[in-house]
């Protein structure tokens, strides 16, 4: 085989690579949407106001318990206060109860 038709074979098959390699992307490329941007020029301020309705919650919920018994005479905090360990949330009267035991 003669050196020229090695080149040819040789420029054929690179057209050849060359070919699919093309074909390949414009497929790849058929359904990507071209994006243009722009820079945004700056507002002095920006104003809105939402309107929405719906329900607030709580992230935790609080139990309290005592351990004794008797009448609450007064309510020292109101719903939505806060409170830590240790503060008083309310009065109480304690009613002592005599247990009499038969022998």
């Known amino acids: ?3 020229w038709q090695k080149v ?3 420029v054929g ?3 050849l690579v060359a070919g699919i390699i093309w074909f390949s992307i414009n497929q790849a490329n058929k359904g990507v949407v071209t994006v243009q ?3 945004v020029a700056k507002l002095d301020s920006l104003i809105s106001q ?3 309705s719906g329900e607030i919650k709580p992230t935790t919920y609080t139990n309290i318990t005592a351990q004794g018994f008797g ?3 007064e309510i020292l905090v109101k719903e939505g206060d806060k409170i830590k360990k ?3 949330a309310f009065k109480h009267r304690t009613r002592v109860t005599r247990l009499r035991s038969r022998i």
Request: net charge positive; no cysteine; proline share 0%.
């Open 8 to 10: 040819a074979i040789g």
């Open 37 to 39: 941007t722009a820079k």
């Open 1 to 3: 085989m003669k050196t």
């Open 86 to 88: 240790g503060d008083r």
């Open 71 to 73: 009448r609450i005479t």
């Open 50 to 52: 939402v309107t929405a």
């Open 13 to 15: 098959g690179a057209a």
